[in-house]
Structure formats: structure tokens, C-alpha cells
């Protein structure tokens, strides 16, 4: 019912900025606005973590590590999802997923997205 492309990773130095894109398709049976919408990411040989997530009616959620730091927003028109990535730090270097649930309450849970992009690499040196 809906696909995910990210894009827009990348490598930069400690303290600077990246912001990655996700181009949703939607079947002519959806609407895109129908679903929670967000950002995860995931360290080598561990789970994949909540960064940022969007309801419908614009309310977020951010996990506490890029509270301040990430913002996420959304194209409507275009069906973009963006994550901006400011005072990027080493630790934030993951791959980065961006996914989508059909759910009334939108979570930082990974378990409640059933629809997932291939992710793009953010690397952050020091």
C-alpha cells in the first residue's frame, strides 16, 4: 500500500548538519496521510531505535538523544518525509530508516511499522 525510498545521507564532521528525505508511493487506495510516519536508526549488530515520529495532525515525537538537535517534517504534496539533522555528534553516525504504520497513536516503537525504506547511511566524525 505505500513504498519508501530514503536518500540524502551522507558523511560530515562533528557539529555540522545533514538532512535525509523519504519519498513515499502510495497505492491509489491509500492516502498518505493516513499514516504514522518516522525516522529510526540502527547501530551496527544492534535493533533499530525511534529518532523521530509525525502523526496526521502534526503532532511529533523525538527520542531524547535529538531533542533540540533533529526535526522532522513532511511535503504533503509531494509525500516527503525530511528529517533535519543539526549539531550532528559521532554517536548519531547509524543508517537511518524512515517507515510508515496505519495506527491511531503514532510511536518511536519500530515493533508498531510494518512498512520500512532500505535506509541511507549518516556518518559523523569527530
Known amino acids: 500500500q505505500i513504498q519508501l525510498v530514503e536518500s540524502g545521507g551522507g558523511s560530515v564532521q562533528a557539529g555540522g548538519s545533514l538532512r535525509v528525505s523519504c519519498a513515499a508511493s502510495?497505492?491509489?487506495?491509500?492516502?498518505?496521510?493516513?499514516?504514522?510516519m518516522g525516522w529510526f536508526r540502527q547501530y551496527p549488530g544492534k535493533g533499530r531505535e525511534g529518532v523521530a515520529v509525525?502523526?496526521?495532525?502534526?503532532?511529533?515525537q523525538y527520542a531524547d538523544s535529538v531533542k533540540g538537535r533533529f526535526t522532522i517534517s513532511q511535503d504533503y504534496a509531494k509525500n516527503i518525509l525530511y528529517l533535519e539533522m543539526n549539531s550532528l555528534k559521532p554517536e548519531d553516525t547509524a543508517m537511518y530508516y524512515c517507515?510508515?504504520?496505519?495506527?491511531?497513536?503514532?510511536?518511536?516503537?519500530?515493533?508498531?511499522?510494518?512498512?520500512w525504506g532500505q535506509g541511507t547511511q549518516v556518518t559523523v566524525s569527530s
Open positions: 517507515a510508515a504504520a496505519k495506527a491511531l497513536w503514532c510511536r518511536l516503537a519500530p515493533d508498531d511499522y510494518s512498512t
Open positions: 509525525r502523526h496526521q495532525y502534526g503532532s511529533t
Open positions: 502510495v497505492n491509489p487506495y491509500s492516502r498518505y496521510s493516513d499514516y504514522c
